[in-house]
């Protein structure tokens, strides 16, 4: 199984790029990290986990510029957002800065992609949070025209671009419906998430990684009624908290990646716990 690791990367915890020398070094097989441009400090939404929101929710670093620092000092590590609020994006702009990371890092790249909890920071993009399902999947198709061999026209319900000439292209070939690189949707288990993941995605994020005998047999024959390659899904259980009984339980569903979760922490501490982590990823 692979182990990756997920972190809160902000300006007061360990940098990327030490960070990324370390898990390469010692095994992982991946990092990925999150993304809130700006959390309002008048917020009447309630964090999902049910406790005040930590303070590094409000001081993360641009997910993309930290693993561009993180692809040019490793060569195997794959690279991941978990997750990135595409509807808070410029399709056309997010487009170029994905096919760029993944061209960058010689296709290491993974889209972990979501539809966020945050209302006020989502409205302050200018989102409708009524519609912002629609949107995300939207952009994504118009940022697939982008990545196209040929130039490609998208006209939709939120977003339209013309055939354009869109270089770099990523990396990382067609696969089913599925262009550009490695897609995995975060969220709750759910007809609707499932649906997307069908749609548009090589496999699911679930959060934490809890009640998985349940659900996943159902995203497994929702994926099946698709017309999917039954061997493609991918479920990578996310931001988890590992113990040799839960890793062993991921294995016997046929799950074959693990994203662990590491402290918002200086280098200390986060050097610790990857110590701690260490024999998983033998």
Not at 97 to 102: K, P, R, S, V
């Amino acid at each position: 199984m692979r182990i990756s690791a997920t972190i809160f990367l902000t300006d007061e915890t360990i940098t990327p790029t030490r960070l990324a020398r370390e898990l390469e070094q010692r095994g992982f097989a991946g990092l990925y990290l999150p993304e809130h441009t700006h959390i309002p400090v008048e917020r009447v939404t309630p964090y999902p986990a049910g406790i005040d929101l930590p303070p590094e929710y409000g001081r993360t670093l641009d997910p993309f510029v930290a693993l561009g620092q993180a692809a040019a000092v490793t060569g195997e590590l794959v690279l991941g957002t978990g997750i990135t609020l595409v509807a808070q994006h410029d399709p056309i702009d997010l487009a170029k800065q994905i096919a760029t990371l993944d061209h960058l890092s010689g296709g290491r790249f993974t889209l972990g992609l979501g539809f966020g909890w945050n209302v006020e920071e989502a409205d302050d993009h200018g989102v409708d949070w009524r519609t912002r399902r629609e949107l995300v999947r939207d952009r994504m198709a118009l940022m697939r025209a982008l990545w196209a061999d040929e130039p490609t026209a998208y006209e939709g319900e939120f977003g339209r671009v013309r055939a354009s000439h869109a270089f770099p292209k990523p990396v990382q070939k067609p696969r089913g419906p599925v262009n550009g690189p490695r897609t995995l949707i975060g969220g709750a288990a759910g007809p609707k998430l499932f649906a997307h993941i069908c749609e548009y995605a090589d496999g699911w994020l679930p959060i934490g990684g809890r009640g998985l005998t349940e659900t996943l047999p159902v995203l497994r024959a929702a994926w099946a009624d698709a017309g999917r390659d039954p061997d493609a899904l991918q479920v990578v259980p996310y931001a988890v908290f590992p113990s040799p009984g839960k890793l062993a339980h991921y294995a016997e569903l046929g799950i074959e990646e693990v994203v662990v979760q590491l402290p918002p922490a200086g280098e200390a501490e986060v050097l610790g716990v990857l110590d701690a982590y260490g024999s998983y990823t033998v």
